[in-house]
């Protein structure tokens, strides 16, 4: 497995998506150019791209491009089947979410921690690589393409969440690849 794909690009991204403030952004952002080789304003006004991030993400209005895998499902439903599945998968790597039911274990900062795990794990085990295989390549494919899609459609999207939508696309690819998933 590639080291750097789960043990440096998964948590640059997971710490982008659980940015809590302006600050965040702007470290975890720097950490994506890094790892990516993508280019960022240096410049960028962060106090603006938390808003942008929050509008896209967080709310209060309607949020048009959530960080759940449960509102791109076929039925969307908060903490419905995706939830559960996810949480069945952490259960069998030996993780929990923190504040169980505070926020929905289908968020995309949880999911991308699942990764990294995954990818630091044995290819070895059988079980631990089916599991591999239905998280990358059916539950994260099945969802992230959409989510960016989302974002993509919007408006005026600052820059910085464009490059880490672009950084988290290109880590799906790859992630994808090195799990051996191909498109159907």
């Known amino acids: 497995m590639d080291n750097t794909l789960f043990s440096q690009q998964a948590p640059a991204l997971r710490d982008f998506f659980a940015s809590v403030d302006a600050e965040d952004l ?7 150019s890094r790892y990516f080789n993508l280019s960022i304003d240096t410049d960028a006004d962060w106090r603006e791209v938390e808003y942008d991030f929050n509008r896209l993400f967080v709310g209060p209005a309607a949020i048009p491009a959530p960080l759940y895998a449960s509102a ?4 969307p439903l908060l903490m419905g089947k995706a939830t559960l599945e996810v949480r069945d998968a952490y259960r069998a790597l030996g993780l929990e979410v923190p504040n169980k039911n505070a926020t929905p274990d289908d ?3 949880y999911e991308l921690d699942a990764a990294a795990a995954l990818g630091s794990m ?8 089916l599991l591999r295989t239905w998280f990358i390549g059916d ?8 989510f960016a899609a989302a974002v993509r459609k919007q408006k005026d999207v600052s820059e910085p969440v464009l490059m880490a939508v672009e950084a988290l696309t290109m880590w799906l690819e790859s992630a994808r690849a090195e799990t051996g998933c191909t498109e159907e």
């Open 72 to 75: 791109y499902a076929e039925e």
């Open 26 to 32: 702007k470290k975890s952002s720097s950490s994506i």
């Open 139 to 146: 539950h994260l494919s099945g969802w992230i393409p959409h």
């Open 122 to 129: 044995s290819t070895e085990d059988e079980a631990t690589g």
């Open 107 to 109: 968020h995309l900062a």
